[in-house]
């Protein structure tokens, strides 16, 4: 018999609608049942594509023993933190608070009067294993602590939400000058840091050390050469899907090579935009072109709705056949030997085992996770090679298929007459912030590669937010299947306003008016470049409205409208898998005064940064979007030029510049280029303005 989350329309909620358990969601009648019972909460949070959440899920989720005592003795809730990451943010640092470290999925325990967390883990087991307790011992201590020892859950609650209270609440300094030199110097050793764990892409990071490559640091080398690794372990690594384009969400080793096979929405974004940008730095690697490219496609193929925007993500797991009782991870990527020699003459295999790391042992379960031994362009015997792997995963060839439908579920992934592989399910809802960090790549790529259909897919994607994510007059995060859901977060409004301003530069280089994706696709009419100016002011004056923290600076995570069910309102400025709203939001406030002449938005900027400079000193490795921010507020430049210009500006790596079109400039005039609230002298050649250029992205 189904639970209340049946009635939900996250995918992640609705793979535990058949659990036992009773689960409620996130919801007012949730939170009372819960005090007028004096039932813990227990607040089970994660998301669709989640190994261990799955796991969980078929495991101790699934257990009747443990949903019994669950149900009479807790109040459980579910949590997609897709969906709430207000929600998220909040309990993992609790988490993090309790046991020194996170990640999901999230199990806490909370009192119900005030939603204060005393308890707290990842995965539990059924039976005691890997150094856990089995998951009902745990409940049945959990229940009798909260009934028994009454004054140690007081202090532990008092101690708890000081905590929280505390570093929701940050002192605010002036900015030291040497602020951005520490910055830069701490994240390029965090870069270039080698470790025996897993490898993330930590784009965030990565982006602010390319940055600091242009200054005449110590590090200045150093910065070059890990940027380029970082480029090069993502487009030649086993992070990367070489048959088939898209980034998997990390490598479970050091050498980049074994992934977890989830693919994301938001690392693909971020690395497209990265690799687009390494590229522009004069780092033209092949293999670089060749990932953005197989990214797009994959973007086209299989996560781009017949609306235009984005799905979420793609599940690591995926069934061997229809019969398979549970999915196994990387079913859908990985190859046998014995499968590679069926499929490939002698000569494609062996120049197959020559460049990529193919053995008949395999690296992954006794199969082969294909990762690049060498940099360059791969030849047509590879190219080869790999289109006939792409052709047996899915059916057909990578030229004759354009769109690949989603299993939206693992129903539908067993049932669906595929005609290669099963695939791995797709989570179809679109989430802005992500939508925006892909939107973002696209038109970065657009812009240095000269890739029009790159802007066309980004615009798509955000002329269907524009139309659709706003309902009475209030921006939303989500989209279900044309159905907005859920307020808009302060990532939301961030990555979209900057998505908007990346589109509003890409198109003044591109030129306006008709513009085409592809041989069998229409020549569409682009908006104009101050379209999505326009656009950018309009949801920055909204998010400035309910998000804006008068007397602290910077942005809360949630509008001061809908924050009462929260034990304190947070202001993001740490980075993750995803960069900070805060950090973003400031470098959204430079380029806007810049572009709009509006020196308000200048003095939020150097207020934010004021306010969040305690933890810049403290913890550079924190934070690296607020240096990318300081950077922007120190060596903003404003270049007035021509359209064509513009475009070649565009190609290269100006990580500070911001540009407008000038058409009426005197004759023998190449440009203006101005820094903070003076300009140069006019420059007479497209040599004397680079040379300006350049010299005003150093001067802070």
Known sequence: MSNRLAQTQSLYLRKHAENPIDWWPWSDEALETARRDNKPVFLSIGYSSCHWCTVMEGEAFSDNAIAQYMNANFLPIKVDREERPDIDSLYMQALQMMSGQGGWPLNVFLTPDDLVPFYGGTYFPVEPRYGRPGFLQVLQAIRRFYDVDKAKLRSVK??????LQQSAVLPASQLSEDLLHKGLETNTAVIASKHPGPSFPMIPYAELVLRGVRFNFESKSDAKQVCTQRGLDLALGGIYDHVAGGFHRYTVDPTWTVPHFEKMLYDNGQIVEYLANLWSAGVQEPAFERAIAGTVQWLKREMTAPAGYFYAAQDADSFADPNAVEPEEGDFYVWSFSELQQLLTRE?????????TVTAGGNFEGRNVLQRRDAGKLSHTLEVALAKLFAARYGASPASLETFPPARNNLEAKTLNWPGRIPAVTDTKMIVAWNSLMISGLARAGAVLQQPEYLQLATKATQFILDH????????????????????QSEDYALFIKALLDLHQAALGMGNGAMGMGHREEMVQLPSANFWLENALKVQEEFDEFFWSIELGGYYNTPNDSSQELLVRERSYTDNATPAANGIAIANLVRLSLLSENLEYLDKTEQTLQAFSSIMNRAPQACPSLFTALDWYQNHTLIRTSSDSIAALNAQYLPCAVYQQQTDLPAGIAGLVCQGLTCKEPARSQEQLWEQLQQSQIRG
Do not use: C, T
């Open 158 to 163: 008092e101690e708890m939400l000081e905590n």
């Open 469 to 488: 994510q706003w309902v009475d007059g209030r921006f939303h995060r989500l989209n279900y299947d044309g159905q907005p859901a859920v307020m808009a």
């Open 348 to 356: 494609e295999l062996a120049e197959l085992q020559q460049h990529f």
